[in-house]
C-alpha cells in the first residue's frame, strides 16, 4: 500500500523516488505446492509482484541467483542489496583467542519451512569436540541442546562468542520448486548477521548463494549435503587455531558489507542516481 501511494505521489509530479525492496520473488511453486489456493491466487499475485517491480523507481533483492532470473523471465533488472545484518562499535574486531578457547558452534533463528533441525543436529555432529549454543527457542528435536532467546540487543554478545555459525537449510530438497527456491530465495539474515560480526558460516552445498559466497571468500566452509546427509571434505588443517582464525578474519573482512553504514550506503547511492535522473529528465 505504501509503495503504490508513493508511485502515485511520483506520478502526481512529486520529487520522489519509489523502491521495493524485495526479501525473495515469487516462484513458480506456489500453485504446485499449496493446492487450489496457491492455483488461485498464484496469477493475481505474480501480477502484483510484476506490476510493483515495473512501476517502481528501483527494486533490490539480496540474492544475485534470484535476480538473474528475474531477469531471464522478466526482462526487469533488480538491483542487489544485501541484507543488513548488525552494527560494528568503533574499535570493535573480534576477539579470536576466546572464541577458539570456548569452541561454541552456533545457529540463530527458527526451523522448519527452510531449515531442517535434524540436519542441524546432524551437522553439529561432524564437530563432535564444539559446543553447540542456539539462539532458538528450545523444541524438542533440540533436546539436551543449549538454547536460549536473545534480546536483539544481546545478538552481537551472542555472535561474539562464536566459532563459528550453521546455516543448514533442508536435508532433503524434493523436486524441481523446491531446489528452485533454497537456490534462488536464501541469503539468510542470521548469515549477515554472523559475518558482521566476523563469525565463519559453516552451510550447506544446497544453498547456492551463501555457498558461492563462502568459497569465493573463503569466509567458512560448505557441508556437502546428499540423500539428506552432511559430510565435510577432507580439509588440511580443520582442527587447528590458524585455520579457524584464518576463516574469523575473512569472515570479518567479508562481514563488512553487511554492516549497516554499509548497506545503507548501497541504497543511498541507488536513491541518489535514480533522484539526479528524474531531475535530468524534468530539465
Not at 11 to 19: C, H, L
Not at 91 to 97: I, L, M, T, Y
Not at 260 to 265: D, E, G, I, K, M
Given at each position: 500500500m505504501l509503495l503504490r501511494?508513493?508511485?502515485?505521489?511520483?506520478?502526481?509530479?512529486?520529487?520522489?523516488?519509489?523502491?521495493?525492496?524485495?526479501r525473495s520473488f515469487l516462484g513458480p511453486e506456489s500453485p504446485m505446492s499449496h493446492g487450489a489456493i496457491g492455483t488461485i491466487a498464484y496469477g493475481f499475485v505474480k501480477a502484483l509482484e510484476f506490476e510493483l517491480v515495473t512501476n517502481s523507481d528501483l527494486a533490490f533483492l539480496p540474492v544475485n541467483v534470484g535476480r538473474r532470473q528475474y531477469l531471464e523471465e522478466t526482462g526487469l533488472a533488480i538491483h542487489y542489496a544485501p541484507i543488513q545484518g548488525l552494527d560494528r562499535e568503533p574499535?570493535?574486531?573480534?576477539?579470536?583467542?576466546a572464541r577458539w578457547a570456548n569452541r561454541r558452534i552456533g545457529y540463530s533463528g527458527s526451523v522448519g519451512q527452510w531449515h531442517d533441525p535434524a540436519l542441524l543436529r546432524q551437522?553439529?555432529?561432524?564437530?563432535?569436540?564444539?559446543?553447540?549454543?542456539?539462539?532458538?527457542?528450545?523444541?524438542?528435536?533440540?533436546?539436551?541442546?543449549?538454547?536460549?532467546?536473545?534480546?536483539?540487543?544481546?545478538?552481537?554478545?551472542?555472535?561474539d562468542g562464536l566459532l563459528a555459525l550453521v546455516i543448514p537449510g533442508l536435508a532433503e530438497v524434493e523436486g524441481y520448486?523446491?531446489?528452485?527456491?533454497?537456490?534462488?530465495?536464501?541469503?539468510?539474515?542470521?548469515?549477515?548477521?554472523?559475518?558482521?560480526?566476523?563469525?565463519?558460516?559453516?552451510?550447506?552445498?544446497?544453498?547456492?548463494?551463501?555457498?558461492?559466497f563462502v568459497h569465493q571468500n573463503e569466509c567458512g566452509i560448505v557441508v556437502d549435503v546428499r540423500d539428506g546427509r552432511p559430510s565435510l571434505a577432507d580439509l588440511p588443517g580443520l582442527d587447528s587455531y590458524e585455520f579457524w582464525e584464518r576463516l574469523?578474519?575473512?569472515?570479518?573482512?567479508?562481514?563488512?558489507?553487511?554492516?549497516?553504514?554499509?548497506?545503507?550506503?548501497?541504497?543511498?547511492?541507488?536513491?541518489?542516481?535514480t533522484f539526479r535522473q528524474q531531475k535530468e529528465s524534468q530539465s
Open positions: 501511494q508513493s508511485i502515485k505521489a511520483r506520478d502526481a509530479g512529486r520529487p520522489v523516488v519509489t523502491s521495493f525492496d524485495m574499535g570493535w574486531k573480534p576477539d579470536f583467542p551437522i553439529f555432529e561432524l564437530f563432535p569436540i564444539w559446543r553447540p549454543q542456539l539462539a532458538s527457542k528450545p523444541i524438542d528435536a533440540f533436546a539436551g541442546l543449549d538454547c536460549q532467546l536473545y534480546r536483539q540487543s544481546e545478538l552481537p554478545a551472542y555472535y520448486y523446491r531446489t528452485l527456491q533454497m537456490r534462488c530465495n536464501l541469503f539468510s539474515t542470521k548469515a549477515a548477521e554472523a559475518l558482521s560480526r566476523g563469525v565463519p558460516l559453516i552451510v550447506s552445498s544446497q544453498l547456492q548463494e551463501l555457498a558461492d574469523s578474519t575473512n569472515a570479518a573482512k567479508a562481514g563488512e558489507r553487511f554492516a549497516r553504514p554499509a548497506v545503507l550506503s548501497v541504497y543511498e547511492q541507488a536513491w541518489l542516481a
